[in-house]
């Protein structure tokens, strides 16, 4: 199996254990210095802003999240995942988000 299978499959187990239980709405500020600490020495926001984006939804965003969080040592737990996901979608995608992960965050989209 590819490394880019593998990816996949395990974004789609950790975003179907994240949409069980009560689960809190992911925190934008949170996955902001997550990102900041971890992910904005190699990404300028050009990355984000490109025309040729990988992401195409929300979910996408969330996949490529999980790949370099892999590919850097994949230390964030799912929570964090939803975090740094919500963040770059405020701030440079604006998909829709699931109601599963941002739940409280809804409003703060339509700006």
Same mark, same amino acid.
């Given at each position: 199996?590819?490394?880019? !299978? #593998?990816?996949?499959?395990?974004?789609?187990?950790?975003?179907?254990? $994240?949409?069980?239980?009560?689960?809190?709405?992911?925190?934008?500020?949170?996955? !902001?210095?997550?990102?900041?600490?971890?992910?904005?020495?190699? %990404?300028?926001?050009?990355? %984000?802003? #490109?025309?040729?984006? @990988?992401? @195409?939804? =929300?979910?996408?965003? #969330?996949?490529?999240?999980?790949?370099?969080?892999?590919?850097?040592?994949?230390?964030?737990? $799912?929570?964090?995942?939803?975090?740094?996901?919500?963040?770059?979608?405020?701030?440079?995608? #604006? =998909?829709?988000?699931?109601?599963?992960?941002? !739940?409280?965050?809804?409003?703060?989209?339509?700006?």
């Amino acid at each position: 199996m590819s490394m880019e !299978k #593998r990816i996949v499959i395990a974004s789609l187990a950790l975003g179907l254990a $994240g949409l069980s239980g009560a689960q809190a709405a992911a925190d934008a500020e949170r996955g !902001k210095i997550l990102y900041e600490t971890r992910c904005s020495a190699c %990404h300028a926001s050009s990355v %984000h802003q #490109r025309s040729a984006r @990988k992401a @195409k939804s =929300f979910g996408g965003v #969330r996949v490529q999240v999980v790949r370099w969080s892999t590919e850097v040592g994949g230390s964030w737990s $799912g929570d964090e995942i939803d975090d740094v996901t919500l963040y770059l979608n405020q701030r440079y995608y #604006r =998909f829709r988000c699931p109601q599963s992960v941002c !739940k409280a965050n809804q409003a703060s989209l339509a700006r």
